[in-house]
């Protein structure tokens, strides 16, 4: 009988924690004003969370130093991993000796993971704060058993991969262009078939009882330009410039501008249901909350009932300062040269020639 062979794969995840407003934090957690304000806990990534504790713990004698550790939160009983963690400086580089690694071990549900210990001095801590948060990246190396079955697993990856990229080069064809959207003095070139795939909405003005089915053109008078043109390329392409990159490094103004964009881009995908545009937009939204937006998330989260993202501005308003957060929405209120994205107005582009996505 001929033996089954398994192989061992490391599966590798990575994750950047962003801790706003850590030193008022660290603060309430010197003052032992509540257990929430002595532990905070990560979003949960690939059925992990990290812990971390802005000022140590009693228990473990690091009083006034920084602790972190690693939680399972998996529905497997345990999983075979190990990890590692570092703080990251305003360049997004890992801070020279701060990375600490744990050796391979049996990970439990709900169990607690090896504690790193940090004890940096207040000039350490702040020339690695960015804009008040201090970031830290983890890594894990999941231990993966893998039999015969997995070239099977890696084929079809394979195949999936090849069907997008011959439906994006199938896009970049000019013959492929049948229809017109129409936003605003904007006109946009784009693929029956591809609206319809992506949109049950579109499907039905595209293929019901609605004038769409037999004209040539489609008009979007409720979107920006620009904004339609980025639903476009996500619809075509499967990617969207507006979501690719990070907010943390633009200025505020910039960023400002950027969120309002994104919350546009969120609005029309709801309203016309693009399948996966709103999860990438809302993921985004969730990554890019601080001060000068979260007043904005929060409103627009409430309009369109996104339980994730109340959810998660929740979180992000219980450990924030109230008077810094205050202070930040005065800021925003006197001197953002945007309206709120709330109101959803129309913004106007200057006439253009039609063109293609």
């Known amino acids: 009988m001929e033996a089954v062979t398994t192989k061992m794969h490391w599966e590798i995840v990575t994750y950047t924690w962003e801790v706003k407003d850590f030193l008022d934090l660290r603060e309430m957690a010197q003052n032992e ?28 004698s690091s009083v006034n130093s920084i602790d972190i550790s690693l939680m399972y939160r998996g529905s497997k009983d345990f999983v075979v991993a190990k990890w590692s963690a570092c703080f990251l400086d305003e360049e997004d580089q890992p801070v020279p000796r701060t990375r600490l690694g744990d050796p391979l071990k049996k990970y439990f549900r709900g169990g607690d993971g090896r504690r790193f210990s940090y004890s940096p001095s207040d000039a350490s801590i702040q020339k690695w704060l960015v804009d008040g948060a201090l970031r830290v990246r983890c890594e894990i190396q999941i231990a993966m058993e893998l039999t015969s079955s997995r070239p099977l697993r890696d084929a079809s990856k394979a195949a999936s991969s090849s069907f997008k990229q011959d439906i994006v080069k199938y896009c970049e064809r000019d013959q492929t262009r049948d229809i017109s959207v129409v936003c605003g003095k904007e006109a946009y070139r784009a693929s029956r078939f591809m609206l319809a795939a992506r949109s049950e909405v579109l499907q039905a003005m595209l293929e019901g009882r609605f004038k769409e089915a037999t004209e040539s053109e489609i008009k979007f008078e409720d979107l920006p330009p620009h904004i339609t043109k980025q639903m476009l390329d996500f619809i075509h392409y499967d990617r969207c410039s507006l979501l690719e990159g990070s907010n943390k490094a633009c200025k505020n103004v910039n960023k400002i501008k950027k969120i309002n964009d994104i919350l546009l881009l969120f609005a029309a995908a709801d309203k016309y249901d693009i399948k996966g545009l709103g999860d990438l937009c809302q993921d985004a939204l969730i990554q890019s909350m601080d001060h000068h937006t979260i007043a904005d998330i929060m409103v627009f989260a409430e309009q369109i009932s996104s339980q994730k993202l109340l959810q998660a501005g929740q979180n992000y308003l219980q450990h924030t300062n109230a008077w810094t957060l205050w202070q930040a929405l005065r800021g925003s209120a006197s001197t953002a040269p945007f309206p709120v994205p709330a109101t959803f107005r129309l913004m106007e582009a200057p006439s253009k020639e039609m063109k293609q996505v």
């Open 33 to 60: 004003l509540t257990d929430g304000c002595t532990r905070l806990e990560s979003t949960t990534f690939h059925d992990f969370a990290l812990w971390l504790f802005p000022n140590g713990q009693k228990q473990h």
